[in-house]
């Protein structure tokens, strides 16, 4: 089954047409997982799920949100709990919505170290907190966690480094979503257990050529395909917004890397996300 792991639905760039493009999934065998990036994103990510069989939730708190960040107008217009001061009420109603049956892990969460403004030092120890804290909740739920990582332009697998030194201390299952690192780094989490989410960048030509070995080495039965929409549309409707059927050419391109059958790869992705999210088939 088509599967879009890592979708954002639950994004104001969604508002204007959302029936139409959930219509869209809802016309094949197909499922996606809304996720969240901050208190209000999770919850309209659980409050999706609730109204659509095909759709299912995460909640947490991108690192992003952890205040000191830049942020896209594309997901809300008002962000609503970045203030540092709300940060715990904030995390506190993440901890309950992560009780709801429609919840299926955890993120996304993570560290982003590629634009941090003013006081670096500070952003970079906040993140890591929740990072654990995240952590420590999907233990506590038994669900799985959907992992951002991104590094600074000039040291891109700092960040990469750092989540696997913390995350080489955990019994904990996942997927590092748009994986962007090479493949030594990949062949770690691998080692690891974890999966590894492709998305449209691997579409992008020379730009992608690193991904596109990542892709080719990493085991089928450990990629997960993903949209990440409205963002990272795939060739050829790249720089439009995404949404989630377009995770079908994420699943052409890895067939093509792989000289596989799309229906397989589509299939063993399926099953994939099935499994990790403990989704009933
Ligand atoms: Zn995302």
């Known amino acids: 089954m088509l ?10 760039a969604f508002n204007h047409d959302l029936d139409e493009v959930i219509g869209r999934v809802r016309q094949r065998p197909m499922k996606v997982i809304n996720v969240g990036s901050q208190l209000s994103t999770s919850r309209r990510a659980v409050e999706l799920a609730e109204q659509f069989d095909c759709l299912s939730a995460a909640v947490g708190i991108h690192p992003i949100h952890l205040a000191g960040c830049r942020r896209d107008t594309k997901e809300t217009a008002a962000s609503d709990d970045q203030a540092v001061n709300d940060l715990e009420r904030a995390f506190k109603q993440i901890i309950t919505l992560a009780g ?17 403004v003013d006081d670096p030092v500070t952003i970079r120890a906040r993140q890591r907190e ?9 233990q506590a739920k038994q669900l799985p966690v959907i992992f951002h990582c991104r590094g600074q332009a000039d040291n891109p697998l700092a960040a990469y480094d750092e989540m696997l030194d913390v995350l080489a201390q955990q019994s904990i299952r996942g997927v590092i979503h748009c994986f962007g690192a090479d493949w030594p780094v990949a062949e770690k989490f691998l080692a690891l257990g974890f999966y590894l989410g ?9 730009k992608a050529a690193d991904l596109e070995l990542v892709a080719k080495n990493t085991p089928l ?5 993903e ?17 989630p059927i377009y995770v079908e050419l994420v699943a052409r391109k890895i067939a093509e890397l792989k000289n596989l059958p799309v229906s397989q790869v589509i299939e063993q992705t399926g ?11």
Not at 3 to 12: R, V
Not at 227 to 240: I, K, N, S, W
């Open 100 to 116: 709801q049956p429609q919840v299926v892990a955890i993120g996304e969460t993570g560290l982003d170290y590629f634009q941090l």
């Open 221 to 225: 039965d450990r990629i997960l395909i």
């Open 198 to 206: 492709f998305t449209g960048i691997i579409t992008f030509g020379k």
């Open 130 to 138: 929740y990072f654990l804290r995240h952590l420590a909740l999907a």
């Open 3 to 12: 599967i879009d792991s890592h979708a954002h639905l639950n994004f104001e």
């Open 271 to 281: 099953n994939n996300a099935l499994n990790l999210f403990n989704i009933a088939r």
């Open 227 to 243: 949209t990440d929409c409205p963002y990272l549309a795939p060739e050829p409707h790249r720089g439009q917004r995404n949404e």
